[in-house]
């Protein structure tokens, strides 16, 4: 799986989301909701170059094999991105409650996906 492509493709879309919160948002969301607006875009930008760095430990690695652990540490990145951010935006711009039970499950899946880069550290 081409990582760096699909972290460049995730910050792009960050940078996008960030910008469009930032000056169409601005005015029409009450503060509170545009703070978790803004929690979305912090953790999707982090998570965005995570998938890169993963991206390059698996280049780096190529020549001696690839490691499962770093695609799934890869993937549960993205994963937590769309459930974590997704369900802030949607929850900042619908204010619909309910999408709040999403969040901690993107969060797990942050937290699944940093252990899993941690555990894949120790065959580098």
Sequence with gaps: MNFIGLGALFLFLAVALGAFGAHALRARLEP??????????QYHLIHGLAIIIVGVIALARQAMGSSSLLTTSGVLF???????????????????????????????????????????????
Excluded: E
């Design 32 to 41: 509170t909701q545009l703070a978790v607006y803004q929690t979305g875009i």
């Design 78 to 124: 993205a994963v937590g991105i769309i459930l974590f951010s997704g369900s802030l935006y949607l929850l900042a711009m619908t204010g619909i409650r309910k999408l709040g039970a999403i969040t901690p499950f993107g969060g797990l899946f942050f937290l699944a996906g940093w252990i899993t880069l941690l555990i894949a550290s120790f065959s580098l």
